[in-house]
């Protein structure tokens, strides 16, 4: 059995990957619809493709998640996974909805659960409503998302707008009647979507038992931690603190794990997610002494090129042992909201946000193509969707895990580069992860 998922951003995927591998799943990305040879997918037990359409439009979000589906479905795959933010980021319009709606009917599935619960993230479902930490979604630092600010927190209420299929919560109570009776409650349910609340790990793994013969199922990768490992003990086990441990595996089972690459130039931070935990890694780094470069927005949109080569020159300047930080917000006050540009700007329709992904992206390229770097750090969805593309990367192999929904890649750019990647959401990892992220490549 092959699973093939659909992420909507690149940390998605990686995060999403990082929880199959964790399940003793062999688990590669493929970058949306670059070429891979078959061969490199033959033999894996599941295949996310990254996208960067979360913030799309939504004819292009729908059609390249399809294309998405389709590319899978060539591989052989025969159960697919939705993967959208455990923080359900979208807007009335869409994305989650359209394309929900567009793989049920590609897929012909009646139905599909939506979990975005992910507890070791401190995302939990509780009576239909989403919430971050001890915060409703709506009173979370997502509520000033400059992309998806998230104003309401019941996921019926987010999801019911972006379709017309019948969306039905399943409670608690029923979860915690076990897999079988879950199973029931699912299929007793109207055709549609099934808002399945979840507020601990066992959650997860009943629902996951209990849809263990749907053809689609959506959520954040919390749902993938409950998913049957290829053989019953090839999990790997996962602490607290979100580091793996390999269990052991069956006889004759293949083996998950594979040989990751060793990296010895230098290292690069570059962050473009303006949430509150990168801002505080980012005042975590300032603090153990870390060189830091805030993006000069203003700069950016006059000549995004000037701003990138600027900062390239900063860094080629800086200590080899040294840990470079190159981001656009350190506090709140630096956001600058969707259709504000600073006075005097020359960036026309430019938004801030896309001049930074391309500022941050042109650096990255320049500084692996000249062999100045070959480990980086990527904070923030549409930052790695940008790196990924200005390398040209196709495939992400999935290396060691730092934390819940975070882990090392390797990759090849498209000149032939091996550079180490850290495609990371905003809102995870632990506060040092930009000085501690290293260690896992020693």
Not at 30 to 47: H, N, Q, Y
Not at 285 to 311: C, F, M, N, W, Y
Not at 418 to 436: I, Q, R, T, Y
Request: glycine share 10%; net charge negative; hydrophobic share 45%.
């Amino acid at each position: 059995m092959l699973t093939g998922a659909v992420a909507d951003d690149f940390t998605g995927a990686t995060d999403l990957a990082a929880a199959l591998h964790s399940r003793g799943l062999r688990t590669a990305v493929v970058i949306g619809d670059r070429p891979v040879p078959d061969e490199e997918v033959a033999g894996l037990d599941a295949v996310v493709v990254a996208l960067k359409s979360r913030t799309a439009p939504v004819e292009e979000a729908v059609g390249a998640s399809l294309g998405a589906a389709d590319r899978l479905l060539g591989w052989g795959a025969d159960r697919f996974y939705l993967k959208y933010c455990s923080t359900f980021d979208s807007t009335d319009e869409g994305n989650i909805g359209p394309v929900l709606d567009a793989l049920r009917e590609r897929l012909g599935a009646d139905r599909s659960v939506v979990v975005p619960a992910f507890p070791g993230t401190g995302r939990t479902v509780r009576d239909g409503s989403l919430w971050v930490g001890d915060d409703l979604l709506e009173d979370s630092s997502m509520r000033h998302h400059p992309l998806t600010p998230m104003t309401r927190s019941r996921l019926r209420d987010l999801l019911a707008p972006q379709t017309t299929a019948t969306v039905t919560e399943i409670g608690l109570d029923v979860v915690r009647r076990g897999a079988d009776a879950l199973r029931e409650a699912l299929d007793a349910a109207p055709a549609g979507y099934l808002v399945v609340d979840a507020v601990e790990d066992d959650d997860l793994r009943a629902i996951a038992q209990a849809t263990a013969g749907h053809r689609l199922v959506s959520g954040g990768a919390g749902l993938a931690l409950g998913l049957d490992p290829v053989a019953p003990d090839a999990a790997v086990a996962t602490d607290a603190a979100g580091a793996g441990t390999a269990g052991t595996r069956a006889a004759g089972a293949a083996d998950a794990a594979v040989p990751f690459p060793s990296f010895s130039r230098r290292r690069l931070v570059v962050c473009g997610s303006a949430s509150t935990t990168t801002q505080a890694q980012v005042a975590s780094a300032v603090a153990a002494g870390h060189p830091t470069r805030k993006v000069d927005i203003a700069q950016a949109l006059a000549d995004p090129e000037a701003e990138t080569a600027s900062l390239a020159e900063w860094v080629r300047a800086l200590d080899d042992a040294s840990v470079p930080v190159v981001y656009s917000v350190g506090q709140p006050s630096d956001v600058v909201p969707a259709g504000a540009l600073p006075a005097g700007g020359a960036g026309a329709a430019v938004s801030a946000a896309e001049v930074v992904e391309t500022v941050l992206s042109g650096l990255v390229l320049d500084l692996v193509a000249d062999g100045t770097v070959d480990q980086v750090v990527v904070a923030g969805g549409e930052t790695s969707g940008a790196v990924v593309g200005s390398l040209g990367v196709g495939l992400l192999t999935i290396g060691p895990l730092l934390a819940p929904g975070v882990c090392w890649s390797a990759a090849t750019t498209d000149d032939g580069r091996e550079v180490a990647l850290v495609l990371k959401s905003g809102n995870f990892g632990a506060v040092d992860l930009f000085s501690s992220a290293w260690e896992a490549l020693a």
